[in-house]
């Protein structure tokens, strides 16, 4: 196991929220909750991350980020409610054919291997939309961490809880809101 990362549970409960989002409910030891609730990928986000983080490669991102800074669980039993018993899965890398379960590994300190994840990501996608991009100036991290910030003050302002599927997928998406993708 890596220096930093924190201990992963022997089982975790996860819940059906109504955002259709997994998030987990209960975990066999002391899991860092935040003062939010705790989103993990379920096995479609899963398959459609992988396939999208391939592009990636070239602008600087590496796949073992990935598998690093996660959990990763399969399913043990159905419980009533919408909750699923997740064990921990057999395979410790992303599989896209699999049917993983991703809890985000963070430190109590919401420091970790997911953030750092989340950095790297966030260079790849300014590196890729300058390198595809025609702008008058390049793009920045800054740029985007300002963005992705006052989203984030939204949902805090409105007490929504942001999943990891989707702020992985916000910085995925991101681009310059006054700039025009190319072709339009």
Known sequence: MMKGKPTPPKWIVVRLGGDMN?????ASTDVYWGEDARGLLDPRQVEYLVEMLEEYHSYGFQRQLLDDAFQLFQLESELDDDRLRLAPAEQ????????????PLINDEETGVY?????VLSAARIRKLNATHSYVRDCTELEMQEELAALDRDRYVASENIHCFEAINEILQWSPAEWDEPGS
């Open 22 to 26: 997994w998030w987990l409910d209960e």
């Open 92 to 103: 410790d890398e992303f599989d896209a054919g699999g049917q993983l379960f991703a809890l």
């Open 115 to 119: 953030y750092d994840f989340l950095d």
